[in-house]
């Protein structure tokens, strides 16, 4: 599904509601709106991600960026959370905490480590003598709750 990102004013608070994929090739657009409301005086921004179907390291940083950016210019950010596999990701790299969202019924969702993790590594069995690209023996997960 092709980025899109709609601007829906109400006086000086701004929604940025995206959807599609948040990638390498459309990161640049969102920190370009988030950057010319700051410039224009906008009171508030929220970054609705509840469209969003995919999102890589590229926009996750613009996300973070769009945080940085509104404080530095006085613009209160919230972000409204996308669906559990974008969420994730803010879990995963430990910047629920770090990031402005919205409260709300579901706001507080913490996803288990084990449900945001890929399989990195099989069992004995699958792996063989040899193990994968010399993997460690042991992983060890910490719950991100």
């Known amino acids: 599904m092709p980025f899109a990102l709609q601007d829906i004013a109400v006086g000086a608070g701004h929604t940025l ?3 599609g994929e948040l990638d390498i090739a459309e990161a640049g657009r969102l920190e370009r709106a988030i950057a010319d409301l700051c410039a224009a ?3 508030s921004i929220r970054i609705d991600l509840s469209g969003l179907t995919f ?3 590229t926009g996750l940083r613009a996300i973070v960026g769009a945080s940085e950016r509104c404080r530095t210019s006085g613009v209160e950010l919230e972000i409204t959370r996308g669906p559990d596999q974008i969420h994730s990701l803010f879990a995963l790299t430990g910047l629920l905490d770090r990031l402005p969202f919205a ?3 579901d ?3 913490r996803p288990e480590a084990d ?3 890929p399989k990195i590594f099989a069992s004995d069995d699958e ?3 040899q193990g994968w690209l010399g993997a460690p023996e042991t992983v060890t997960v910490e719950s991100l709750t």
Do not use: F, K, Q, T
């Open 17 to 19: 509601a995206l959807s």
């Open 41 to 43: 005086g906008a009171g």
């Open 55 to 57: 999102l890589d390291s």
């Open 103 to 105: 409260s709300g019924a």
């Open 107 to 109: 706001a507080d969702y």
């Open 115 to 117: 449900a945001i993790l």
């Open 127 to 129: 792996r063989g003598e």
